[in-house]
């Protein structure tokens, strides 16, 4: 079985963060709220007890599996935490300590959303920070005795508030710690990964619409000793993140290349196109055009077969130079295909302006089909948008005949998915164009037929 990839750890670890500051805003929250009304503080026995609420609120959302939105609110106690400063005005000698909750917040805030937007990553701990300051070095408080801690309570407060605080910073710098030793061990692993030949391509077949296979898209696999089978969505992101994915992809196109080669050399399989997905660090390498060309030439395969994807998310990404990028390549004979399209948010007057000869529909929408109306409405208007620009559309993730059926009559062209066959290795492939007796069975994701109508 394959090890928790290292997205799951970090999920897992923000989850006990998140958890941990729930229980201690329950537990202090409430306690502070007795501990107040006993000594006729009923203002700030209320915040306290909204910030008991707060922190019950987070629980359930993380027991109800809402590990997101808990942290996100998480990450926004600060009116609570900017209240409670306020009212924390001991008495000469006691050091204001409520402000030391800043510190963790800011830490934990950092962590948990480390590749999310500016905002969440780098504006809200900043912001902590400069609170951090403020409080601590700004006579920002209330003076009057009424809506103060009591003396007697300020030193227990203190020292509650100091140790708490400081635990809560060296728990989330642990987690922090374990999570970049852990991800120093995926780089490691990646890094090694093309050398030690632990990578292979799988082949998922393309059929038309009359069932014939016209084609197949590679798709990375990764045989890790350490971490078991990885899946290309638990590893990729993260060869993204570290640059590694761009000799990750220089590889994945020379087997390509050398595999489309080979096909092109015999009648039963000189028909086959062969699709690869590139991804967005690969694109901006300065020297894509020329490393691709150079590639691609060497294999001496029919370059015209040879499609590369890029998903919708690039056409977002608004690049200055990418339709030139993609010119220079189609100049050479090559196809561009775009892939998951509907899985973001480009807009799709964005299409026409760059060389796609392809597009392909995302999974998302042919999961619902038939029966989903909205779904089958997206579907046909992508389709005949794809028609107006003279592209060719191929959808993605067909399972069941109903979805095949419901996307012939929209008129989509060509079909990848379970129903014609998962992505399996290279003789499992090639014994579908001429099938053995006994070559239908193996494969490597499971295998299967594509069917002949
Ligand atoms: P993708 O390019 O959209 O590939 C299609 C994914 O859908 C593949 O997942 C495939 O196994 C899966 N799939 C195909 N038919 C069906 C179906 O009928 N039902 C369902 N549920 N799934 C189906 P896979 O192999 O896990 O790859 C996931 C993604 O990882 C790919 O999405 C692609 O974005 C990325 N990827 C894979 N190989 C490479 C690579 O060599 N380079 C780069 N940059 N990305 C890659
Ligand atoms: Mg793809
Ligand atoms: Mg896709």
Known sequence: MAHASWDESHSRRVHAMTRLEAILLMGFGGLWCVALLMVDRPLLAGINLALAIFGACLLVLLRRGRLRLATILAVHVAPFAMASCLFDNPPLGVPKATVLFFLPIAAGSYFAFRRDNLYLRIVLPALYLLAFIAFSLLPLAISDPALIVPAEAAHVAAWVNTVSALAALVFTLGLMHADLTDRRGWEYDLGRAIARGEFRLAYQPQVD?????????????????????????????????????????????????????????????????????????????????????????????????????????????????????????????????????????????????????????????????????????????????????????????????????????????????????????????????????????????????????
């Open 209 to 453: 619409r009359i069932g014939r296979l016209v084609g197949a898209e590679a798709l990375l696999r990764w045989h890790s000793p350490r971490r078991g089978n990885v899946p290309p969505g638990q590893f990729i992101p993260l060869a993204e993140e570290t640059g590694q994915i761009v000799a990750i992809g220089d590889w994945v196109l020379r087997a390509a290349c050398a595999q489309l080669a080979r096909w092109n050399t015999q009648p039963a399989t000189a028909h086959l196109t062969l699709s690869v997905n590139i991804s967005v660090a690969q694109f901006l390498q300065p020297d894509f055009v020329p490393n691709v060309t150079d590639i691609v030439t060497r294999s001496g395969c029919d370059v015209s077969h040879l499609k590369l994807e890029l998903t919708e998310s690039m056409l977002v990404e608004n690049m200055p130079d990418m339709a030139e990028r993609m010119q220079a390549l189609c100049d050479i004979g090559l196809v561009w295909a775009l892939d998951d399209l509907g899985a973001g948010y480009s807009s799709l007057q964005a299409l026409g302006q760059f060389p796609f000869a392809q597009i392909k529909l995302d999974q998302s929408f042919v999961r619902g089909l038939p029966a989903d109306e909205s779904s089958l409405r997206i579907v046909e208007a992508m389709i005949s948008l794809a028609d107006t620009l003279s592209l060719t559309s191929v959808a993605e993730g067909v399972e069941t005949e109903e979805q095949f059926r419901c996307l012939m009559e929209a008129g989509c062209e060509a079909f990848q998915g379970y129903l014609f066959g998962r992505p399996m290795d290279i003789d499992s492939f090639d014994a579908l164009i001429a099938p053995a007796p006994d070559a239908m069975a193996g494969s490597a994701d499971g295998g299967g037929t594509p069917h002949e109508r």
